[in-house]
């Protein structure tokens, strides 16, 4: 053996001139975009370490995600699907609203609503928030 040359290293055979740790930050931002492109997006929210081990278990169960999307259309509104809504909403910038909040702009600013022109959807969307918190009445 020569100076300056290193003894073979028995392991794993070199694929790459890269070192492994630019190798592994490739293969992360290959992955990063792989998943942008499928519409993935990273959300990161603290919670309690028994609700995000439920949460991060659940998320494994087929069909979740869909029943997730379901809860968080009922609980939330989107503001931009409703004409009437995103006039009354003017001065807010969150594109969210809760239920109970779409509600209460419905209600305490109906004189601004346009009646003639609600669409069917929008239309439902008013008769389910004033049976849920409402009692089936529009307190006008």
């Known amino acids: 053996m020569q100076a300056g040359n290193k003894p073979a290293r028995p392991g794993r055979p070199r694929v790459s001139r890269l070192p492994r740790a630019e190798q592994l930050r490739r293969a992360k931002r290959g992955q990063r975009q792989r998943d942008r492109e499928a519409g993935f997006v990273l959300c990161q929210f603290k919670l ?55 509600f209460g702009l419905y209600e305490g600013n109906w004189r601004f609503v346009d009646q003639a022109n609600l669409s069917d959807r929008e239309r439902g969307l008013i008769e389910r928030l004033a049976a849920k918190y409402g009692n089936g009445l529009l307190n006008v």
């Open 48 to 102: 309690k370490q028994p609700l995000a081990e439920s949460l991060r278990r659940a998320l494994a169960i087929p069909g979740f995600d869909a029943e997730l999307r379901g809860f968080l259309d009922e609980a939330l509104v989107d503001v931009r699907e409703y004409t009437n809504l995103r006039l009354l909403c003017w001065n807010r910038a969150d594109r969210w609203l809760t239920e109970r909040d779409a």
